[in-house]
């Protein structure tokens, strides 16, 4: 990944790899056809300011939330021993 920042600005760019979304088995071309597909569907399906992100999972994570704000949906907080029991097991590189 490279980020960039426009001197005299607050314009970022961000540039990555889509490895995460299409392996390695598709052209640039190919990639950001895809993309631009998606992000009209996201749009189209869960309003204008949806958009795909950097990964899948940060996707999904951003229109669960979305979806969940847009029904009034909310979720308690696991309970201690369970979110102690991830914590201890999760591998975080």
Known sequence: MARYRQR?????LEIRHVFSWFGTTCTAAEAH?????LTRYLRATFGEE???YATPALTFQSLW????R???RSFASLL???RETIRVNAKIT
Do not use: D, H, Y
């Open 50 to 52: 949806a958009s795909a």
């Open 8 to 12: 005299g600005s607050e314009q970022e």
């Open 33 to 37: 056809e895809a993309i631009v597909l």
């Open 65 to 68: 939330t979305r979806l969940n």
């Open 80 to 82: 201690a021993p369970i």
């Open 70 to 72: 847009i029904q009034k």
